[in-house]
């Protein structure tokens, strides 16, 4: 089955420092979605995409489907960004609706 | 429209004895997908159900199973539990009108702890 890497496993940063958190997927993808897991272990949806580029306010998603990676920016951060970001996505062949999750990036944000 | 939402949040259980937990989808959505996350293995897909028909399994023992009934709300059971059973238990909710590439929401999850 399909492969997710993230990268970097840990980030510190201090407020107001910008970031980029990367994916690599091992094959073609229908299905790619950002998020963010909070403390109380909510999985938040930050982004769907499987190709091209998104933005929703400081955040923003590339993904390039032909060489198999996504990133993800965050901009002017802030302490409530502090959590985990998970990159999770769907392989071409399979059936049914399965999303294989990378490790995750541990972001901390500090004053 | 309401979120997904999953009960109980916490449960804590004994080797041995089994545990159901309960997944309600938006409104509207017809796939139902579970995940199991630990700290040692991360996030792992269990399995999905549509139409009250499992379309999808990880590679999970047969312990855990799971049903969704014909207002989509899903189920999913332990049995005979293990120590490494003790997880966070998500679970995820999409429209399925093209199953490949709907968006999945998650609920809060159910954090099962095992003694």
């Known amino acids: 089955g399909i492969q997710v890497e993230q990268s970097p496993p840990d980030l510190i940063l201090q407020e107001g420092a910008n970031s980029t958190l990367r994916c690599n997927f091992s094959d073609s993808v229908n299905n790619l979605q950002w998020f963010h897991q909070n403390p109380w272990g909510q999985l938040i949806n930050l982004f769907y995409i499987p190709s091209g580029t998104k933005q929703n306010g400081r955040l923003s998603a590339t993904t390039v489907a032909t060489e198999r990676y996504s990133l993800l920016y965050i901009s002017s951060s802030q302490t409530t960004d502090s959590g985990v970001y998970f990159c999770a996505a769907r392989g071409l062949t399979g059936g049914g609706n399965k999303l294989t999750f990378g490790t995750g990036t541990q972001l901390k944000v500090e004053l | 429209k309401a979120g997904v939402t999953q009960t109980p949040r916490y449960l804590i259980k004994t080797r041995g004895q089994q545990v159901t937990l309960s997944c309600s989808p938006i409104s509207g959505h017809r796939s139902v997908s579970w995940y199991q996350q630990t700290p040692g293995q991360g996030l792992q897909f269990l399995f999905e159900?549509?139409?009250?028909?499992?379309?999808n399994k990880g590679n999970f023992p047969g312990r855990f199973s799971g049903r969704q009934f014909s207002n989509s709300r899903s189920e999913m059971n332990v049995s005979t539990l293990e120590l490494g059973d003790s997880a966070l238990y998500l679970c995820a909710s999409s429209l399925a009108v093209d199953s490949s590439t709907d968006t999945q929401y998650f609920g809060p999850g159910t954090r099962l702890t095992v003694l």
């Open positions: 159900y549509f139409s009250e028909t499992q379309r």
